[in-house]
Nanobody, 117 residues
Framework: QVQLVESGGGLVQPGGSLRLSCAAS????????MGWYRQAPGKQRELVAT???????NYADSVKGRFTISRDNAKNMVNLQMNSLKPEDTAVYYC???????????WGQGTQVTVSP
């Protein structure tokens, strides 16, 4: 069993920045990948960014150049630095992790990000 707990969401003006963090309840070394998805009202959940255990990254086209994902294996955390935020980035952001011993991914409870003047 893995618990993922997100933090760092909130209200920010367009052009602003937020840093999301996801703390795992156990070592993330074998978690592959870890990352972030988001879901806006009335829309399907979509990939934002993922990072493999080897450090390879994958970003949605809509966030490339603005968001940066990172992993801290020592702290069992994955982070998402979000810069130049836009109103269309408004969504609930979910931490995500796949582990070798379970076929389904683990999800956090989500954290709300609202970008508004």
């Amino acid at each position: 069993q893995v618990q993922l707990v997100e933090s760092g969401g909130g209200l920010v003006q367009p052009g602003g920045s937020l840093r999301l963090s996801c703390a795992a309840s156990r070592s993330i070394v074998s978690m592959n990948p870890m990352g972030w998805y988001r879901q806006a009202p009335g829309k399907q959940r979509e990939l934002v960014a993922t990072m493999s255990s080897g450090g390879s990254t994958n970003y949605a086209d809509s966030v490339k150049g603005r968001f940066t994902i990172s992993r801290d294996n020592a702290k069992n955390m994955v982070n998402l630095q979000m810069n130049s935020l836009k109103p269309e980035d408004t969504a609930v952001y979910y931490c995500y992790a796949r582990v070798p011993w379970y076929s389904e991914p683990y999800w956090g409870q989500g954290t709300q990000v609202t970008v508004s003047p």
